[in-house]
């Protein structure tokens, strides 16, 4: 059969999304690491799914497939390309719009300018939430990465995230720590991790390697994670630029218990179909 989809990105990190409110389509784990190669494929980072929602009070679920085929919680950049995703195909005419994800509501809102605003939900810290294995909660968990005592925080976001303090993110070891933070056996469901830099108390540079991809050029929970964490540890404001390799997000968070919003950009690149 023949499937549209578009390809999007918010700040380089970059999706196959899919409409399946006027689709109909079956992509397995297999099926999704082909169409995620960046050679053999169509190439993208996650691959977004719209479907109608399951409940009357949400206007579309949202499903989340990372490169590796695995399927996940949450994603930043993709909630705001999803936003314009439904809007350019008049899958709805709002510019509230609430969303199920398999990690929680979000409540998308686009600008007239086109950049989109996300209620990202509240962080959670219990190592039971993240998962992480841990006998008590924290704002630093010391693991044993082969041999070397590594000191990170980790929180929730709906998805699981590590974030670490470098001086320098150009010089962070994102290629070689990442990917044995990702998989440590502590983080059950394993993790993605991100590099902090502290430029000031409104501003950091980060790096991350995504669970289930590597590093991207943005992550947008990542960014949201790196600024709960830096908040509550006394590090940072309550407003925040997060400068990642691929552009900058704005980040919100008054604290505990409240949601972390994040506001960036969504940017279409063009529409394909592909036989599955
Ligand atoms: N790799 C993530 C999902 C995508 C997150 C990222 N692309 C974002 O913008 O938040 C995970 O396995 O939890």
Not at 98 to 127: H, I, S, W, Y
Not at 225 to 243: E, N, Y
Not at 265 to 270: I, K, Q, T, Y
Request: proline share 5%; charged share 25%; net charge negative.
């Amino acid at each position: 059969m023949m499937l549209h989809f578009t390809k999007m990105h918010g700040l380089g990190n970059d999706f196959m999304v899919v409409d399946l409110v006027t689709q109909r389509a079956r992509l397995d784990s297999e099926r999704i690491r082909a169409l995620a190669d960046r050679r053999f494929g169509i190439g993208f980072d996650q691959l977004l799914l719209v479907e109608p929602p399951s409940r009357p009070d949400m206007d579309f679920r949202y499903r989340i497939f990372n490169a590796d085929g695995s399927e996940v919680e949450n994603c930043g950049n993709g909630a705001r390309c999803f936003a314009r995703f439904v809007l350019d195909q008049r899958l709805t005419a709002r510019r509230e719009i609430a969303v199920q994800t398999a990690g929680g509501n979000l409540v998308l809102k686009v600008a007239e300018d086109g950049r989109v605003r996300v209620d990202m939900g509240a962080p959670r810290f219990a190592p039971g939430d993240i998962p992480l294995t841990a006998d008590d909660e924290r704002h630093a968990y010391t693991l044993d990465v082969d041999g070397e005592a590594v000191t990170m925080d980790a929180l929730s976001m709906g998805n699981p995230h590590a974030v670490i303090d470098v001086d320098n993110v150009d010089q962070a070891p994102v290629s070689t720590l990442g990917p044995r933070i990702e998989a440590h056996p502590r983080f059950p469901r394993r993790v993605n991790v991100g590099f902090m830099e502290v430029v000031s108390r409104q501003s950091v540079r980060l790096r991350v390697f995504e669970r289930g991809v590597g590093e991207t050029l943005a992550c947008g929970t990542g960014a949201c994670a790196a600024v709960v964490s830096g908040i509550r540890r006394g590090l940072l404001d309550q407003h925040v630029d997060v400068t990642l390799p691929g552009g900058t997000l704005s980040i919100e968070w008054a604290g505990p218990g409240q949601s972390v919003i994040m506001t960036g950009p969504a940017e279409r690149v063009f529409d394909g179909r592909i036989v599955i």
